[in-house]
């Protein structure tokens, strides 16, 4: 499928290059590597995402990095163990009893210890906005149709956590147009029950409709399997989880024989996916119409595993260049392997599938009700003569 045609893109695909773009940043505190991986997924959410209420909800990952880094400075000005050498604000300091030996409390706000807090919280900010692209790019419910069958019922779970924060966002921003359409301008403390009240009551109404709708497509059921099906399952799961710890600890301990390594771990790995392709068998579901993967899926994944391989190549032959130098303090580095890298992973913006939009569904909506040989017709509010025969065939 060429990429001028409008096509969604797995969501299996988005969130492994999220975590790829997660993985690359998570050993980095270099500043100008963190602003580039931000970059990179701000570019590729505001080129790729959709018209949906989730695909808004990435800026509320920014507002939260923000606060995150916010949080880290403060943190680090009350009880932030201060070095350097160049002072910023002197502080007097709290002394504390010998238990407590290591902690300090206020002091000297030096540059050195403020930029180490800062940069730390920064990597975790830039690395909650690599999991907040993939919640705004991928669907949580396209990615529940696309899970293994034996993990139906956890995905469920997690997709409804996941969407929690997309479908706030989205009562929020209702409440507020709709505050302003009733010319209601209040702010601050005095405004927080007229919009968390609505906002609650509209959240458990989704919850309602979410358990309705769940409860009327099957979710839950089981087919019957016999006790050497279940057997089988139980001994093929526990098996590779034994055996994938095993192989862990093998690859960690030097000393451990070789085939305790990488062999128990690929055994491992191989009975648990046995597992849950047997226990698939139990969950009684179909998939209408399954999300293709094409090369724009593998082009996706790609870039982001080229991104933590860029920088972890770059981890292997200069370590000192992803962290940001304190002491003594200097201008970091730029390494051109993982600033490529990073770089790679912004090529879904330019060559997967545009999203479709909202009025392109809306017009293959009605396409779909159209009778065979009519040209569609836009939907609108019925006049007057319509009213008596809408309510009779509705009837």
């Given at each position: 499928m060429s990429p001028a045609l409008p096509r969604a893109v797995h969501p299996v695909a988005?969130?492994?290059?999220?975590?790829?773009?997660?993985v690359a940043v998570s050993a980095v505190t270099n500043p100008l590597l963190l602003l580039t991986a931000l970059g990179v997924a701000a570019l590729?959410?505001?080129?790729?995402?959709?018209?949906?209420?989730?695909?808004?909800?990435?800026?509320?990952?920014?507002?939260?990095?923000?606060?995150?880094?916010?949080?880290?400075?403060?943190?680090?000005?009350l009880v932030g163990l201060k070095f350097g050498e160049t002072v910023l604000l002197p502080l007097p300091e709290v002394t504390l009893p010998s238990w407590a030996a290591g902690i300090n409390i206020l002091g000297d706000l030096r540059l050195e210890g403020l930029l180490?807090?800062?940069?730390?919280?920064?990597?975790?900010?830039?690395?909650?906005?690599?999991?907040g692209a993939a919640n705004a790019l991928a669907n949580p419910k396209r990615l529940l149709r696309s899970l293994p069958g034996a993990l139906s019922e956890i995905g469920s779970a997690v997709v409804v956590t996941i969407t929690v924060a997309p479908q706030l966002?989205?009562?929020?921003?209702r409440v507020m147009r709709a505050r302003a359409l009733r010319g209601d301008t209040s702010r601050?403390?005095?405004?927080?029950?007229?919009?968390?009240?609505?906002?609650?009551?509209?959240?458990?109404?989704?919850?309602?409709?979410?358990?309705?709708a769940m409860d009327s497509?099957?979710?839950g059921r089981r087919r019957e399997v016999t006790g050497s099906q279940r057997l089988l399952t139980a001994i093929c799961t526990f098996g590779g989880l034994v055996a994938s710890a095993v192989g862990i600890y093998g690859i960690l301990d030097a000393t451990t024989p070789g085939w305790l390594g990488i062999p128990a771990l690929a055994l491992g790995i191989a009975l648990s996916l046995t597992g849950i392709w047997l226990g698939g068998h139990a969950n009684a579901r179909s998939t209408y119409r399954p999300d293709p993967w094409?090369?724009?899926?593998?082009?996706?994944?790609?870039?982001?595993?080229?991104?933590?391989?860029g920088v972890h190549l770059v981890a292997r032959t200069d370590a000192a260049s992803l962290g940001m130098p304190l002491s003594p303090l200097a201008v970091p580095a730029l390494p051109l392997l993982a600033v490529a890298g990073l770089l790679v992973a912004a090529l879904p913006a330019f060559l997967t599938p545009p999203p479709p939009s909202a009025s392109a569904t809306?017009?293959?909506?009605?396409?779909?009700?159209?009778?065979?040989?009519?040209?569609?017709?836009?939907?609108g509010p019925p006049s007057l003569s319509q009213w008596g025969t809408k309510s009779k065939r509705e009837t």
């Open positions: 988005w969130w492994g290059w999220a975590i790829g773009l997660a590729v959410v505001t080129s790729r995402r959709g018209s949906s209420p989730w695909a808004k909800s990435f800026r509320l990952y920014l507002w939260l990095g923000a606060f995150i880094v916010a949080v880290r400075a403060l943190l680090h000005v180490g807090a800062v940069t730390d919280g920064l990597r975790l900010a830039v690395m909650i906005a690599c999991i966002a989205d009562s929020v921003q601050g403390i005095r405004a927080l029950p007229r919009i968390a009240l609505p906002v609650l009551e509209d959240t458990l109404d989704r919850s309602l409709l979410l358990a309705s497509r099957g979710y094409r090369w724009p899926e593998w082009l996706t994944v790609g870039s982001g595993l080229a991104a933590a391989v809306r017009s293959s909506h009605l396409r779909l009700r159209a009778p065979l040989g009519q040209a569609p017709r836009a939907e």
